[in-house]
């Protein structure tokens, strides 16, 4: 089987709808089975809602595990234990689907014959009775994705506060610069004038600069990461003020 590379860069929102996707599976196994108990009592209808869920169930998990143009498949290490370690999911889920497609093969051929055979029900028993420990592990599953989730939203709070940083640092280079500037223009008097409008621009830019950072520090997901980590920018605008 053909899997992805692991994507470091996943995004929250790919990740949620995982979520969405894994959580789905776990109601087509239950609709499999209950419409085919439903066919064995001779429900045609029920057996073809029983097949669409299964063709639904079998799709979904195969973008699960080997991804497509939208999802990435088994993108962290945890999942990949999870689904080919000693849980062995892929596998069960597999075998699962081909117990369903061999239920729904032999309740077709009955339905068509009008009569129900021992062959019928024993495939039917065989997959109801693979359905309960199935369903726990497709909670454990979706769980996992849940836990995916935490870690690539703590992920990005930590990229995010570096970006913060590095803007932080840029601002206090920027101010020691107009500082230095401004200090300059002063001394040549007359002559600074135009220079003194040029820091006195640089200074703004700096201050539109700390605010941008502050709306990224105010924002949830950084709030809490780094409360006190930003606190001398309020005093690297003050001495750009005081160097005008």
């Known amino acids: 089987m053909n899997m992805r590379e ?12 995982l979520i969405n996707l894994a959580g789905r599976q776990r109601m087509l196994s239950q609709r499999v089975v209950l419409h085919a108990l439903l066919g064995l009592r001779g429900d045609a209808a029920a057996l073809v809602v029983a097949r669409d869920c299964l063709d639904t169930f079998a799709a979904s998990h195969a973008r699960l ?74 909670q454990a599953l979706t769980q996992a994705y849940q836990d995916e989730l935490r870690s690539v939203e703590a992920a990005a709070a930590k990229r995010q506060a570096g970006i ?12 020691i610069v107009a500082l230095n500037a401004r200090v ?19 200074a703004h830019v700096i201050g539109e600069m700390d605010r941008l950072v502050q709306g990224v520090v105010g924002k949830p997901e950084t709030r809490n990461s780094a409360p ?17």
């Open 228 to 244: 006190e980590r930003h606190s001398g920018f309020r005093n690297q605008r003050m001495h750009a003020r005081l160097a005008g």
């Open 65 to 138: 595990v080997e991804g497509d143009d939208h999802f990435p498949g088994v993108f962290s290490t945890a999942l990949r234990e999870l689904y080919f370690g000693a849980r062995k999911a892929d596998e069960r889920i597999r075998a699962f689907t081909k117990l369903a497609a061999h239920a729904c093969a032999c309740l077709e051929r009955s339905i068509e014959a009008s009569t129900a055979d021992s062959v019928c029900e024993a495939a039917v028993t065989e997959l109801t009775t693979a359905a309960t420990p199935l369903l726990e592990l497709l």
């Open 164 to 175: 913060v940083d590095e803007l932080a640092s840029i601002s206090l280079r920027a101010n």
């Open 6 to 17: 692991t994507i470091p860069d996943i995004s929250a929102e790919i990740v949620g709808e």
């Open 184 to 202: 300059a223009a002063a001394r040549a008097g007359q002559f600074g004038r135009e220079f003194a409008v040029i820091t006195a621009e640089l």
